[in-house]
């Protein structure tokens, strides 16, 4: 809709645009279907914390053969997409930190999709921003922890990731 001499742009009206996103990643092998219950996930996480790893996705659905995996969607199985991430090295150079380089294999395969069908928020973000043409994103340093996930993101969606800048957060006279 239009708002004040603005365009608006409402993600759930944008679905279409996010299948056809979701359509090229899947061809293109850059994601896979994730048949995790909540329960495994959290059962992997406190396994983990119990060992005194950080806890996040062990990528166990990630070496599913695809027969395996078209198999397990046939049967109406509850899945998610989630992003293949790259084990390597990522520069990134922003605008106030300038080189930076993430050792991806910190990073887990993040979802961008939910067990209803849903988008993500960074999914649908990125698309977005792909498909707005944006080329530069000024935020707060509490997202810089996943601009990793995203830049990666943007080049699976065959996109120039955008020039990112991350501002300290306003505080009060405490700090």
Sequence with gaps: GKEQGGDSYFQSE?????????ARLIDSKAVY???CTPEELEAAREAQRLAGLPPRYDGRCRSRSSADAAQQRSTGSPFIW????????LTVVTLERGEMTFDMSHFYDIPLTRSDGSF??????????????????IRGDDHLNNMPLQVVLYRA??????????????CNSEG
């Design 82 to 89: 989630r992003l293949r991430c790259p084990a390597e090295a």
């Design 157 to 170: 969606l065959g996109c120039t990731p955008p020039v990112f800048a991350h501002l300290p957060l306003i």
């Design 14 to 22: 944008r679905t279409a645009i996010y299948v056809r996103a979701l």
């Design 33 to 35: 279907p994730c048949f």
């Design 120 to 137: 993500t928020f960074l999914f649908a973000n990125c698309v977005d921003d792909c498909e707005m043409g944006i080329t530069h994103i």
